[in-house]
């Protein structure tokens, strides 16, 4: 048999960013799912209020447009300092990262301490009815990914403290800030329908 | 009277099961429905006939000359070519053939629902309510003393139109009496929108819950009698009187009884202090051709069974055995079968 | 062409003057722990992974066809006091949810993450530690649902827990609870295959394999893994809103506080019609598989396949409604459910002729696998035409929720994915064990299997337009449905029997079965072109492609790919529309972790059962696995950006 031409990849990078690089694919997809579940929970929210008598139910008291909109606005606050740090990461800047995770745990932190005055302020419980069940399951979950994000720059700090950080920390570092952007936006969903809603504000 | 009942069970159950099949019409809805069954399956006979002809044919056939020989791969591009338009073909008919189900399909959904548009103001109007597991049937009547109230059996006038209207108050059932309509969902918290059964000929007709509904899913079906007008008429005067007063000693016990047992906790009988509403009503029990939600023929020995111990004839259901002494069950029996 | 000439063709990848030093360092890399406990809960291989996916979802297979069997005794005759209804209804929950989600969710995907690399030419799946994971979840829901099955808390209320039956007011004690939690074992479980599939198919594959030149069974996994991102999440949302309404008194159906029964039908069916799709577009891919085995040609129609292929995904999203036709939804729109359901069939459609066009004049050899098919063929067209009754209202106003449903999509099911399995299964068998089945065995298991499935699902259409309604554990004498279920009943113990005889081949196969060879039936795709069994690290030098069929457009001088580290698991990662070399990645080796994170999923569902404090106490080892899945052991010699702090 002839001698055959032979395709050496050698030369090709290991460590790639973006939509070229398998894990970016991993997190899209993780993102994909999530935010189908979450748009399943928006949708199902609308279906139980169009064949609502009176939606919200009497007892319903709206938190407050400033508590929540404050609220919203550290958490897309937050998107900035995890854009940096993800820039900082093309950049492999140790430092950089270190200054923006911190930065945007804080952010997190004080969104999830804002996240809980609102739920404690609310008049009605996730067992009042189902209004209060949709309000609540949402705020849960979404609290659960907030939790989970903050966890992982926690994580990011500790490796960057203690070492070895490699190459393809980069790139989970940058996808870490991507699916950020895709936590903190999802809110802005919620947020509308359940604060913003003009027919819910008038409940005040 | 019971003689006609009577030689009804033997009716019902001896030679001439009630009729239950999609493919028995016996109004005008369910034969809509059995002629489009009909134009479906037999324009699906023919597809797959077809389809496994081709099949057979294409694997007798030997190869062309030109791919005789030749190493695997794709098929030769004359080959290619005429495959491609009998495929074009065949997809093409098989839109065709979907369109045509697409209208016979609508077509005959509205003729169903055209039974309902027409004004009938003055039709009947009867509420069926499903419960785990027998079905309550009431007849509404503007005056409140003549509504009807009866369970697991719903007589209608032959060749008119009867409002349904559907309820559930525990879990999902499903109204079906296969040879008049199909079926239609019974929803807690959904009010569904009426429906309409109408019989052409007269006849007693099977149905049953359709959706599963807990253990006695199996065991709650019901009858749906068709009776010439004057029947149905004399029928529904019937049920609009109070419950007979016991005739005998033997009976005027059991009427004592029953009230005062935990029989009255669940049951109600017209014109007594019985007013239990968690059972079927039994104000004319013994004028039903069946208990226990079509399970058992309404005879004194099923009866009997049937208070005794129902849990071994619907094993969870919920009336509860009942301990009685030997004279006692033959009064209420007596009681019970004296309620026509 | 004989055999052994296709056979010379796969040895040359194999390499003629064998790089025996390559050899050795890949299989010193790529090596699988020696000690069988270690092996067991370390493995990240995805053919190892596959095969204990495939066989875990046989045993299931196994359990699901005995409820059905105890079933059909209980219907054998009228009145039969056999099976009481408690048990009953277990049974016929248990049996549905074992095989939709236990058995043919699970065996599709799992057989995809064995088949997937090797089809497209890599050396593991893109995510090897979370096919781990999925595998050990999976697991975890199946035991889940059968402790509660074998301790008399078995799901009673259907496999689709309509509520309110199965809610807090009518379905009192852990029964329900344990069905909702398995459910979610199970969709994390193929969420994470699919997201694995999708991801080692658009980014792996061997150079030359443009998306034009995937191999249709690749295509149906990509299908199927997309249709399983975007309906799975509706059935886990669903599960939780049901788990709280029983656990936490929330009120999402119940329609006294404002909550909604028919919510659950839409959630449930969003995901429930897609299911389907789900289990039987893989099946497809089996069927182009075998049938360009066995013609010894591509089949007819590529672009016109995947494209069916591609509409199915997308229509079978808009057929939900059609199972809730009898709720009595507004008509107009129904008319559009039923004109999608409709069309549907356009797709599948396309698809049989362009199998017949293959089929046409091509004189294949009518072995066990393309038995198999041709019973696809028979029973899948009657399914698929009793699926365009279904989806007229007024038809289905009649035969839904009764015995012609059941008839119909077990036609669908079996017929349009447990035939194509089982071919598919006898087909890679000598793939996968080394070893070839026998033929004769084979053929008398097909023509059981036929048989007896024709003889226990034929009857009941006839048996539901008489009115039967389905999930009844009894009927009345005079109904007059003793006849067919008597006959529906020795089908199948006809169908059991061929089963059991496909096992007992399988078994002795095992043992004195003949060597399989690289590519016993002279097929196609790059997985016949190494050893069976493959070895752990696949191709010795990963392929280049040339063609739609990868080994009969092979040339003389096809390229291989070289400079491939061996010393470290790497691969080669490619773009995605021309499957162009793009970078090197380096994939994980053995961990225990995706067990351990495995375990504490299952703790924190299983205690969320008994408390809702079950989710924080669940929380710690998850977070525990997490953490050290994540870190650096410095084992993949990565270019390091800053050291280890001592």
């Given at each position: 048999?002839?001698?055959?031409?032979?395709?050496?990849?050698?030369?090709?990078?290991?460590?790639?960013?973006?939509?070229?690089?398998?894990?970016?694919w991993?997190?899209v997809?993780?993102?994909?799912?999530?935010?189908?579940?979450?748009?399943?929970?928006?949708?199902?929210?609308?279906y139980?209020?169009?064949?609502?008598v009176?939606w919200?139910?009497?007892?319903?008291?709206?938190?407050?447009?400033?508590?929540?909109?404050?609220?919203?606005?550290?958490?897309?606050?937050?998107?900035?300092?995890?854009?940096?740090?993800a820039?900082?990461a093309?950049r492999?800047?140790?430092?950089?990262?270190?200054?923006?995770?911190?930065?945007?745990?804080?952010?997190?932190?004080?969104?999830?301490?804002?996240r809980?005055?609102?739920?404690?302020?609310?008049?009605?419980?996730?067992?009042?009815?189902?209004?209060?069940?949709?309000?609540?399951?949402?705020?849960?979950?979404?609290?659960?990914?907030?939790?989970?994000?903050?966890?992982?720059?926690l994580?990011?700090?500790?490796?960057?403290?203690?070492?070895?950080?490699?190459?393809?920390?980069?790139?989970?570092?940058?996808?870490?800030?991507?699916?950020?952007?895709f936590?903190?936006?999802?809110?802005?969903?919620?947020?509308?329908?359940?604060?913003?809603?003009?027919?819910?504000?008038?409940?005040? | 009277?019971?003689?006609?009942?009577?030689?009804?069970?033997?009716?019902?159950?001896?030679?001439?099961?009630?009729?239950?099949s999609?493919?028995?019409?016996?109004?005008?809805?369910?034969?809509?429905?059995?002629?489009?069954?009909?134009?479906?399956f037999?324009?699906?006979?023919?597809?797959?006939?077809?389809?496994?002809?081709?099949?057979?044919?294409?694997?007798?056939?030997?190869?062309?000359p030109?791919?005789?020989?030749?190493a695997?791969?794709?098929?030769?591009?004359?080959?290619?070519?005429?495959?491609?338009?009998?495929?074009?073909v065949?997809?093409?008919?098989?839109?065709?053939?979907?369109?045509?189900?697409?209208?016979?399909?609508?077509?005959?959904?509205?003729?169903?629902?055209?039974?309902?548009?027409s004004?009938?103001?003055?039709?009947?109007?009867?509420e069926?309510?499903g419960?785990?597991?027998?079905?309550?049937?009431?007849?509404?009547?503007?005056?409140?003393?003549?509504?009807?109230?009866?369970?697991?059996?719903?007589?209608?006038?032959?060749?008119?139109?009867?409002?349904?209207?559907?309820?559930?108050?525990?879990?999902?059932?499903?109204?079906?009496v296969?040879?008049?309509?199909?079926?239609?969902?019974?929803?807690?918290?959904?009010?569904?929108?009426?429906?309409?059964?109408q019989a052409?000929?007269?006849?007693?007709?099977?149905?049953?819950?359709?959706?599963?509904?807990?253990?006695?899913?199996?065991?709650?079906a019901?009858?749906?009698?068709?009776?010439?007008?004057?029947?149905?008429?004399?029928?529904?005067?019937?049920?609009?009187?109070?419950?007979?007063t016991?005739?005998?000693?033997?009976?005027l016990?059991?009427?004592?009884?029953?009230?005062?047992?935990?029989?009255?906790?669940?049951h109600?009988?017209?014109?007594?202090?019985?007013?239990?509403?968690?059972?079927?009503?039994?104000?004319?029990?013994?004028?039903?051709?069946?208990?226990?939600?079509a399970?058992?023929?309404?005879?004194?020995?099923?009866?009997?069974?049937?208070?005794?111990?129902?849990?071994?004839?619907?094993?969870?259901?919920?009336?509860?055995?009942?301990?009685?002494?030997?004279?006692?069950?033959e009064?209420?029996?007596?009681?019970?079968?004296?309620?026509? | 062409?004989?055999?052994?000439?296709?056979?010379?063709i796969?040895?040359?990848w194999?390499g003629?003057?064998?790089?025996?030093?390559?050899?050795?360092?890949?299989?010193?890399?790529w090596?699988?722990?020696?000690?069988?406990?270690?092996?067991?809960?370390?493995?990240?291989?995805?053919?190892?992974?596959?095969?204990?996916?495939?066989?875990?979802?046989?045993?299931?297979?196994?359990?699901?066809?005995i409820?059905?069997?105890?079933?059909?005794?209980?219907?054998?005759?009228?009145e039969?006091?056999?099976?009481?209804?408690?048990?009953?209804?277990?049974?016929?929950?248990?049996?549905?949810?074992?095989?939709?989600f236990?058995?043919a969710?699970?065996?599709?995907?799992?057989?995809?993450?064995y088949?997937v690399?090797?089809?497209?030419?890599?050396?593991?799946?893109?995510?090897?530690?979370?096919?781990?994971?999925?595998?050990?979840?999976?697991?975890?829901?199946?035991?889940?649902?059968?402790?509660?099955?074998?301790?008399?808390?078995?799901?009673?209320?259907?496999?689709?827990?309509?509520?309110p039956?199965?809610?807090?007011?009518?379905?009192?004690?852990?029964?329900v609870?344990?069905?909702?939690?398995?459910?979610?074992?199970?969709?994390?479980?193929s969420?994470?295959?699919?997201?694995?599939?999708?991801?080692?198919?658009?980014?792996?594959?061997?150079?030359?394999?443009?998306?034009?030149?995937?191999?249709?069974?690749v295509?149906s996994?990509?299908?199927?893994?997309?249709?399983?991102?975007?309906?799975?999440?509706a059935?886990?949302?669903?599960?939780?809103?049901?788990?709280?309404?029983?656990?936490?008194?929330?009120?999402?159906?119940n329609?006294?506080?404002?909550?909604?029964?028919?919510?659950?039908?839409?959630l449930?069916?969003?995901?429930?019609?897609?299911e389907?799709?789900?289990?039987?577009?893989?099946?497809?891919?089996?069927?182009?598989?075998?049938?360009?085995?066995?013609?010894?040609?591509?089949?007819?129609?590529?672009?016109?396949?995947?494209?069916s292929?591609?509409?199915?995904?997308?229509?079978?999203?808009?057929?939900?409604?059609?199972h809730?036709?009898?709720?009595?939804?507004?008509?107009?729109?129904?008319?559009f459910?039923t004109?999608?359901?409709?069309?549907?069939?356009?797709?599948?459609?396309?698809?049989?002729?362009?199998w017949?066009?293959?089929?046409?004049?091509?004189?294949?050899?009518?072995?066990?696998?393309?038995?198999?098919?041709?019973?696809?063929?028979?029973?899948?067209?009657?399914?698929?035409?009793?699926?365009?009754?279904?989806?007229?209202?007024?038809?289905?106003?009649?035969?839904?929720?009764?015995?012609?449903?059941?008839?119909?999509?077990?036609?669908?099911l079996?017929?349009?994915?447990?035939?194509?399995?089982?071919?598919?299964?006898?087909?890679?068998?000598p793939?996968?064990?080394?070893?070839?089945?026998?033929?004769?065995?084979?053929?008398?298991?097909?023509?059981?299997?036929?048989?007896?499935?024709?003889?226990?699902?034929?009857?009941?259409?006839?048996?539901?337009?008489?009115?039967?309604?389905?999930?009844?554990?009894?009927?009345?004498?005079?109904?007059?449905?003793?006849?067919?279920?008597?006959?529906?009943?020795?089908?199948?113990?006809?169908?059991?029997?061929?089963?059991?005889?496909?096992?007992?081949?399988?078994?002795?196969?095992?043992?004195?079965?003949?060597?399989?060879?690289?590519?016993?039936?002279?097929?196609?795709?790059l997985?016949?072109?190494?050893?069976?069994?493959?070895?752990s690290y696949?191709?010795?030098?990963?392929?280049?492609?040339?063609?739609?069929?990868?080994?009969?457009?092979?040339?003389e001088?096809?390229?291989e790919?070289?400079?491939?580290?061996?010393?470290?698991?790497?691969?080669?990662v490619?773009?995605?529309?021309?499957?162009?070399?793009?970078?090197?990645?380096?994939?994980?080796?053995?961990?225990?972790?995706?067990?351990?994170?495995?375990?504490?999923?299952?703790?924190?569902?299983?205690?969320?059962?008994?408390?809702?404090?079950g989710?924080?106490?669940?929380?710690?080892?998850?977070?525990?696995?997490?953490?050290?899945?994540?870190?650096?052991?410095?084992?993949?010699?990565?270019e390091?950006?800053?050291?280890?702090?001592?």
């Open positions: 048999m002839s001698r055959r031409a032979d395709l050496d990849v050698s030369g090709l990078p290991s460590v790639v960013y973006g939509p070229r690089a398998s894990l970016w991993g997190v997809g993780i993102m994909a799912i999530e935010g189908t579940m979450f748009a399943i929970l928006a949708a199902s929210y609308f139980l209020r169009g064949g609502a009176e919200p139910p009497t007892d319903v008291r709206h938190p407050g447009l400033g508590i929540t909109t404050f609220g919203l606005a550290i958490l897309l606050a937050s998107i900035l300092p995890m854009h940096w740090a820039k900082a093309e492999e800047d140790l430092k950089g990262i270190r200054l923006w995770l911190i930065v945007s745990t804080v952010l997190m932190v004080a969104f999830l301490v804002v809980g005055l609102v739920m404690r302020s609310l008049t009605f419980r996730w067992d009042s009815h189902a209004y209060g069940s949709l309000v609540w399951t949402a705020a849960g979950l979404h609290t659960v990914h907030v939790v989970t994000g903050t966890c992982e720059n994580l990011f700090l500790a490796l960057l403290d203690r070492g070895p950080v490699e190459d393809k920390h980069m790139l989970d570092l940058r996808l870490n800030s991507l699916y950020w952007y936590v903190a936006l999802s809110w802005v969903v919620f947020y509308c329908i359940f604060f913003l809603d003009p027919g819910l504000l008038k409940m005040r | 009277m019971s003689g006609i009942s009577a030689a009804a069970c033997l009716l019902l159950f001896a030679g001439h099961p009630p009729a239950h999609a493919l028995a019409s016996a109004g005008p809805q369910a034969a809509r429905i059995e002629s489009l069954w009909w134009l479906f037999w324009v699906c006979s023919a597809v797959f006939l077809l389809v496994m002809a081709a099949l057979a044919v294409g694997l007798v056939r030997d190869r062309t030109e791919e005789a020989g030749a695997p791969g794709p098929i030769p591009p004359e080959a290619r070519r005429r495959r491609t338009r009998v495929v074009a065949a997809t093409a008919i098989t839109a065709l053939i979907l369109f045509v189900f697409l209208f016979a399909s609508t077509g005959t959904g509205r003729a169903i629902a055209s039974l309902s548009r004004d009938r103001s003055d039709a009947m109007t009867v069926v309510t419960h785990q597991w027998w079905w309550e049937v009431q007849y509404i009547d503007p005056v409140p003393g003549q509504r009807v109230t009866t369970a697991n059996e719903i007589h209608i006038p032959v060749g008119r139109p009867v409002r349904i209207r559907t309820a559930s108050h525990d879990v999902i059932h499903s109204f079906w296969p040879s008049l309509h199909g079926k239609r969902d019974l929803i807690p918290g959904h009010d569904s929108e009426d429906f309409w059964l052409d000929r007269p006849g007693v007709y099977r149905g049953q819950c359709a959706e599963f509904c807990g253990h006695q899913h199996a065991h709650m019901f009858l749906v009698i068709a009776d010439p007008p004057d029947r149905f008429a004399a029928w529904l005067d019937a049920q609009r009187q109070p419950a007979a016991p005739a005998t000693p033997q009976a016990r059991g009427q004592d009884l029953f009230v005062h047992l935990q029989c009255a906790l669940c109600a009988v017209e014109g007594t202090d019985a007013g239990g509403r968690v059972g079927p009503d039994l104000t004319h029990v013994a004028s039903r051709r069946t208990l226990a939600a399970t058992l023929p309404n005879t004194r020995g099923h009866l009997s069974d049937w208070i005794v111990d129902s849990q071994r004839i619907k094993p969870g259901n919920p009336m509860p055995p009942t301990r009685l002494a030997g004279e006692d069950l009064s209420i029996l007596a009681y019970l079968e004296s309620l026509k | 062409m004989s055999i052994a000439e296709v056979d010379d796969g040895q040359g194999a003629e003057d064998a790089d025996a030093e390559e050899r050795r360092r890949l299989e010193k890399t090596k699988v722990p020696s000690n069988p406990l270690r092996a067991w809960f370390t493995n990240v291989d995805h053919k190892d992974l596959g095969k204990r996916y495939v066989v875990t979802a046989l045993v299931f297979f196994v359990l699901g066809g409820e059905a069997f105890l079933m059909r005794l209980q219907l054998a005759r009228p039969s006091r056999l099976i009481g209804p408690d048990r009953y209804g277990q049974l016929f929950t248990v049996h549905g949810s074992t095989m939709m236990l058995f969710v699970p065996i599709m995907l799992g057989l995809g993450t088949l690399p090797l089809m497209i030419g890599t050396r593991n799946l893109a995510f090897p530690r979370l096919n781990a994971f999925s595998y050990w979840v999976y697991l975890a829901g199946g035991l889940l649902l059968y402790v509660g099955l074998f301790t008399n808390t078995g799901p009673d209320a259907g496999w689709f827990a309509y509520v039956l199965s809610g807090p007011g009518f379905s009192p004690g852990k029964r609870d344990i069905w909702a939690q398995m459910i979610t074992f199970t969709e994390i479980s969420l994470a295959v699919a997201v694995n599939l999708i991801t080692t198919i658009f980014k792996h594959r061997a150079p030359g394999m443009s998306l034009n030149r995937i191999p249709l069974y295509w996994l990509l299908v199927t893994s997309f249709m399983v991102v975007f309906a799975m999440p059935v886990m949302l669903s599960s939780l809103m049901l788990a709280m309404d029983r656990l936490v008194d929330t009120h999402f159906f329609p006294a506080e404002g909550g909604d029964a028919l919510l659950w039908q839409h449930f069916w969003f995901f429930g019609h897609p389907v799709y789900i289990i039987f577009i893989p099946a497809l891919g089996i069927v182009s598989s075998i049938l360009s085995a066995f013609t010894r040609r591509e089949v007819f129609g590529y672009l016109a396949m995947v494209m292929l591609v509409a199915t995904g997308f229509i079978g999203f808009g057929l939900w409604v059609h809730m036709f009898a709720t009595g939804l507004p008509q107009l729109g129904t008319s459910f004109a999608a359901s409709m069309m549907i069939a356009i797709p599948s459609g396309i698809q049989i002729f362009c017949t066009a293959t089929l046409w004049g091509s004189r294949p050899r009518l072995k066990t696998p393309l038995l198999y098919v041709l019973g696809f063929f028979f029973i899948f067209v009657i399914g698929g035409l009793t699926g365009v009754m279904l989806a007229s209202v007024p038809l289905d106003l009649q035969v839904h929720d009764t015995f012609f449903v059941v008839a119909h999509f077990h036609y669908v079996i017929g349009g994915s447990v035939f194509p399995l089982l071919g598919g299964l006898f087909f890679w068998f793939k996968m064990t080394g070893r070839r089945l026998s033929e004769g065995m084979g053929k008398l298991s097909f023509w059981l299997v036929f048989i007896g499935f024709n003889l226990t699902f034929f009857p009941m259409h006839q048996l539901g337009l008489d009115g039967m309604p389905r999930r009844i554990y009894t009927y009345l004498p005079e109904t007059g449905w003793g006849t067919l279920n008597l006959l529906a009943t020795v089908g199948a113990g006809i169908l059991g029997l061929g089963l059991l005889v496909f096992f007992v081949n399988a078994a002795q196969a095992l043992r004195h079965g003949e060597a399989a060879g690289n590519d016993p039936w002279g097929a196609d795709t997985e016949w072109a190494i050893a069976s069994p493959p070895p696949n191709f010795l030098r990963l392929p280049t492609v040339a063609g739609r069929s990868a080994l009969w457009s092979r040339r001088d096809q390229a790919v070289t400079g491939l580290r061996s010393d470290r698991r790497e691969v080669l490619t773009n995605l529309l021309d499957a162009e070399p793009d970078h090197r990645d380096v994939l994980p080796g053995p961990t225990i972790w995706p067990f351990i994170l495995g375990l504490g999923v299952a703790v924190t569902f299983i205690t969320a059962i008994f408390t809702p404090w989710v924080l106490i669940g929380a710690v080892p998850c977070a525990v696995a997490l953490v050290a899945w994540f870190w650096p052991r410095g084992d993949m010699d990565r390091v950006v800053m050291e280890k702090r001592s």
